[in-house]
């Protein structure tokens, strides 16, 4: 099969289309033949080297973390997605390719009405978003200032702190300012001045504070919170105890992702691909995400 892999790691250029073999589905997996993936942060800082556990052990290397496809093979044993049926779900470091082979347990049915390019690109950064909301007890009263609000992470966790009765003020450059107001936030710009802006907006300042932009975001947002906040981040680990914020990492489940995408088919949630590139441009997936100005998500589509 064709993937997007790598043979070094380095910038985009590194990324090549290469021939590998095709997975064959184990006990309790299927294969999917993936229609579209997504691309995020992650990935980038993957193939320029950060090590991580599981993947491919040696070069090549496939890259990605979610996919969305058609199941094309059934193991032994696996139940509830017969051949045809189709899926979305992540599996770590494997997805920028035609096929995919995960456990039954890492794959949802994709809602009828959600195009390809929003479904592969939805399992990651919508799981992120969740566990986020979840861990910082995101309720009806508070004040959620997102940082980031327009990126992957930032426009599902807008939208789902929004639906449990928040009032969200979320940071994005100006040109992002009425796809903010869509999603259900109150825009303010980033930069100097963000407390006076923030100020402005919720005088009360905010009761919780999700971070998603690192660059400092934990400490500006400091001044801001009500004494009994919470804080938390999804980027800058290194400074999350000075300041007192939680680090959210990402849960997965079957669960959690199939929840998320109940709202995707109810209409409660939306997922903007702001850019797609076919398979054999993956490099230029990567440098868009890369620019750290992508709005929503980056796909990559595979068939
Ligand atoms: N801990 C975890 O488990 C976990 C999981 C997933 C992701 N992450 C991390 O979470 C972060 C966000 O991921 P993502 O996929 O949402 O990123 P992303 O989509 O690439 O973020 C792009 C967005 O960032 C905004 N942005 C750029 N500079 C900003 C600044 N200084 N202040 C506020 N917003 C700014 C951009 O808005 P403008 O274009 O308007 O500037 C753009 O919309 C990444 O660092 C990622 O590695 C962590």
Redesign the pocket.
Known sequence: MKAAAINSHGGPEVVELLDIPTPQAGPGQVRVRVRAAGI???DC?VRRGLPVRGGDPDFPKRIGNDFAGVVDQVGEGAEGFPVGSEVLGWCLMACHAEYVVVPTEQIVAKPAMMPWEAAGAFA??AQ?AS?AVEDLAVRAGDTLLV?????????VAVQLAAALGATVVG??????HDYLRALGAVPVA??DGLVERVRAVAPAGVTAVLD????G?LDSSAPLLARSGRMG???D?DRADAVGAL????RRSAERLGALTDLCARGALRIEVSAAFPLDRAADAHRA?ET???????AIVVA
């Open positions: 995020q942060p992650f800082a990651a950064s992120t566990t940082h980031a609000a327009a990126g992957g992470v930032g426009t940071t994005a450059s100006p040109r992002n980033y930069g998603c932009a690192g660059r975001s981040t999804v980027v680990f680090k959210i990492s990402t995400v750290g100005h992508a709005r929503g998500k980056v």
